[in-house]
T-cell receptor, first 111, second 111 residues
């Protein structure tokens, strides 16, 4: 079974803090993704990576950056957290097929 | 206009009922289509792909109508365990990374 894990299920941070969300997959997938999910808006792509050290902006990259130093690990960084970044963050990975495997999600609250 | 639109519901149906959801997409060149299922406070998981000729998986039937640009999901003999949010997913370009998720349709199946 493919396993995608995320570092935290719940996180509470203060405005202005730097926040790191980590994602690890164990299936040697090339492609990894970070989404945020908000009620009524569905999943929106923040960034994706198709190889180590390679990254591409998704639909809503502002206020976020990513790092992929190892194939299995894809990190999302909020440089200076703001209240409008309160959301559910989902990491996913996939190989050549289109099926995406999601991690359990991190519910981030910024106060 | 959203690229992928779904009726948010909720659909409240009794056990044993047949229920159908539609999803419309705006890009007529879209290539691949899927239904994902998301349980409350869980990550999305692939339910089934949608093929041009239509396809069935047990009690679930998926259809694609390219002329009208919609896909549908039919659930027969609903079970309590079918209660979830169903996400319509469209991949606009063959081989591309972009994946567009609908906001989801909530289904409640009641005893």
């Amino acid at each position: 079974d493919v396993k995608v894990t995320q570092s935290s299920r719940y996180l509470v941070k203060r405005t202005g803090e730097k926040v790191f969300l980590e994602c690890v997959q164990d299936m040697d997938h090339e492609n990894m993704f970070w989404y945020r999910q908000d009620p009524g808006l569905g999943l929106r792509l923040i960034y994706f990576s198709y190889d180590v050290k390679m990254k591409e902006k998704g639909d809503i990259p502002e206020g976020y950056s990513v790092s992929r130093e190892k194939k299995e690990r894809f990190s999302l960084i909020l440089e200076s957290a703001s209240t409008n970044q309160t959301s559910m963050y989902l990491c996913a990975s996939r190989e050549t097929s289109y099926e995406q495997y999601f991690g359990p999600g991190t519910r981030l609250t910024v106060t | 206009r959203k690229e992928v639109e779904q009726d948010p519901g909720p659909f409240n149906v009794p056990e044993g009922a047949t229920v159908a959801f539609n999803c419309t997409y705006s890009n007529s060149a879209s290539q691949s289509f899927f239904w994902y299922r998301q349980d409350c406070r869980k990550e999305p998981k692939l339910l089934m792909s949608v093929y041009s000729s239509g396809n069935e998986d047990g009690r679930f039937t998926a259809q694609l109508n390219r002329a009208s640009q919609y896909i549908s999901l039919l659930i027969r003999d609903s079970k309590l365990s079918d209660s979830a949010t169903y996400l319509c997913v469209v991949i606009p370009y063959t081989g591309g990374f972009k994946t567009i998720f609908g906001a989801g349709t909530r289904l409640f199946v009641k005893a």
